[in-house]
């Protein structure tokens, strides 16, 4: 609740710079959607876009099983406290 | 020895030569450009072991592997990006060779052309607008709180609190994502709209009302994150993010041809 406020009033001029790191969500967004689509001679390159869809519905199922063992590892079974950022999942992906 | 191809990242017009020179691309290659009919494609080795069509299936799909080459893909773009106009190119889009890099900047130029016309003094900023629907629910409002508000004002407030339903409240900053994307599409040369984020992904606890990109005159792009401050502070329960400078990769491709949303 007091996030809202907070984050409202905090200063909204600062920009980031280029270059600075960015939310791997964000960039995604931007790299699976955006760029021109060529094809290249690999041919799973993103030309074929549904494909890189399909393999990324599956690496969002395998998101919380894997990330529930890379915690459990390295913090002896506490409950995973930060979500790991990856893409956009829709059901019609 | 692995057979070896070029990962392509993107093409640019009148790329300083030095500007890519301290930059590494994805697996630490070093980048180099190819130019070609006045376009100028920026490449670097990348093992077919890696990138070849098999290894690319399974590494697609490797969270670990997606970061790393995705942010790779990103530092060589966006360092080109901050030269010269520059199209980003999708993710891992890999030639044999290099006369396979010219023969498709060959073929494609007057489509990088026309791209590089509509991006070049343009840059692309992101803005994405959460709301926060806990406040607006019934009950929720602090100044019914108040130890000093008058009787008559507490009433009437209580009494809305109460109508105002949550679906009432969902249509409501519906419509005020709907005014941000307007008001800031009037500001920018276009905008185009990116999917929801899974909160499960982003790490974000609001309901995100909206994804967006916008494409902005470089002249007018203190116009454009002023309007953002100003949108930010329509309603307490909205929060925007600006993000960016982007390069431009939600413009890239034809409005036709657009995929996001």
Avoid: C
Avoid at chain 1, 32 to 55: K, M, N, Y
Avoid at chain 1, 61 to 80: F, T, Y
Avoid at chain 2, 14 to 30: K, N, T, Y
Avoid at chain 2, 225 to 236: C, E
């Amino acid at each position: 609740m007091d996030r809202v406020v907070s984050e409202r009033s905090a200063p909204r001029t600062a920009v980031p710079a280029r270059g600075q790191r960015v939310a791997l969500v964000d960039l995604l967004d931007r790299l699976l959607a955006g760029g021109v689509v060529i094809t290249g001679d690999i041919t799973i390159s993103i030309a074929e876009v549904d494909l890189v869809r399909i393999s990324l519905r599956a690496l969002i199922a395998s998101i919380r099983p894997e990330m529930n063992r890379v915690l459990d590892d390295e913090d002896a079974g506490q409950p995973p406290r930060e979500p790991i950022q990856g893409t956009v999942s829709r059901e019609d992906m | 020895m692995a057979e070896s191809g070029i990962y392509v990242y993107g093409v640019s017009r009148d790329l300083p030569g030095e500007a890519m020179e301290r930059v590494g691309g994805v697996a630490g290659a070093p980048v180099r450009v190819i130019e070609q009919g006045g376009l100028t494609a920026v490449v670097s080795p990348v093992s077919l072991a890696e990138f070849g069509e098999e290894a690319l299936r399974h590494n697609l799909e490797d969270l670990g592997w997606l970061e790393s080459t995705a942010r790779a893909h990103h530092a060589v773009v966006d360092a080109a990006a901050a030269s010269a106009a520059t199209v980003p190119l999708g993710l891992a889009t890999v030639y044999r060779s290099e006369d396979r890099v010219r023969k498709a900047l060959r073929e494609r130029s007057e489509e990088f052309t026309r791209a590089l016309g509509r991006i070049t003094g343009r840059t692309e900023w992101g803005v994405k607008a959460y709301a926060d629907l806990r406040g607006a629910t019934p009950g929720g409002t602090a100044a019914e709180e108040g130890p000093a508000a008058r009787p008559g004002t507490s009433y009437l407030q209580r009494r809305r609190a109460e109508q105002h339903t949550e679906e009432e409240a969902r249509r409501e900053v519906l419509a005020i994502a709907e005014r941000i994307d307007t008001e800031l599409r009037d500001l920018a040369a276009t905008g185009r709209l990116h999917r929801p984020q899974d909160p499960q992904l982003s790490g974000e606890r609001g309901w995100m009302i909206l994804n967006a990109a916008y494409l902005v005159d470089d002249a007018r792009a203190d116009d454009f994150r002023a309007a953002v401050a100003r949108l930010a502070g329509l309603r307490p329960e909205i929060r925007l993010q600006l993000t960016g400078p982007w390069a431009p990769y939600s413009f890239a491709t034809e409005e036709e041809a657009w995929t996001g949303s």
